[in-house]
């Protein structure tokens, strides 16, 4: 690692102007973390301050860590610039105590490059004071204009042969969404068009349209969502559920208490309630752990659901609903 020395910055920082878009963003890294932190810029530069000082561009939450873990952290402990010019952002290290970018230390005074999707931890590499930063310049190949306008994708979550699922920061306010999306092309070959698998493209837009007309506090919020396969922008920005499906939730615990599986299940038959009183009815297809949404981490989190659902479209002649579906 190459680093530079600078002078001590100074202590106070600059007023922000107004810009239709910031230069990053950076997130805590804590688990029901659902707002991105917006860096704007000012009339001649690119920099962010963060410290415990509250004169910071970002000041460090005081409920993020102990009180006194926090009285470690310097009052501006350390700066993000961004060089327009060079399309590169660098970290100093103001403080005495440390900075780490990825577990790794950066010496007081020093400079680091840090890319999009780097944690950057103060005063400890495990230091729960850490955030993850995300520049606005950069793009994951393969996606279409109409979503790397709205959105900045901050990391790929799944990917399957067809479609993928990030995470997402939907850049007119700042809040974090889960993206599905359909890609145009292939990963390894970003400028070759590739055929869209039709069953995927059907699936999405079956969700779509039920999700467009639904509205349940259990049920996932639709954000946004385009969907025209000619121009090929295909996706889906749902409401985000940081505490995981509801399969790990038991994998990691072993099993759920009598309360806390009444408070589930009293959610899943308000939901399932609702979807089979629509016209058409929905019903969900695979009603499986793995398909049952948390809405954070807490021991009693509110529930999401609605993936692998599908409407009942009326057959008068046959005189019952019928259509093709998978385990009810």
Known sequence: MSTSTVSNPELSTSSY?????????LVWNEPNATVAIPLWSTEREHVATIGRGLLCTVPVPPTLVANSFFQRISRHHC?????????????INNSPNGTFVNGERVDYLRTLPIDHGDV???????????FTFYDNHYRYLGYHLDLSNK???MNIVASGAYSEVCRGIVKSNNTIVAIKIVPRSNRRAPYSSVAVNTRAVKALGNEISILSTTEHPCIVKMVDSSFDVNT????????LA????????????????????RFIFVQLVSAI???HGRSPPIVHRDLSPANILLVNADEFARVKTLK??????????QGCHQCRCGLL
Not at 120 to 130: H, K, M, N
Not at 308 to 317: E, I
Request: with cysteine; glycine share 6%; aromatic share 6%.
């Open 79 to 91: 700066t993000l610039q961004s060089a327009s010019e060079h399309m590169q952002t660098l970290l």
């Open 242 to 261: 940081n505490g995981g499906d509801l399969q790990q939730r038991l994998h990691d615990v072993g099993h759920l208490s009598e309360p806390v599986s």
């Open 120 to 130: 950057v931890a103060l005063c400890s590499a495990d230091s729960e004071a850490s």
């Open 232 to 239: 090929s922008r295909i996706f889906l920005a749902l409401e």
């Open 17 to 25: 102007g107004n810009s239709s878009t910031p230069w990053g963003w």
């Open 308 to 317: 692998q659902a599908l409407r009942l479209r009326h057959q008068p002649q």
């Open 151 to 153: 959105y900045l994708i």
């Open 273 to 275: 309630k609702y979807c």
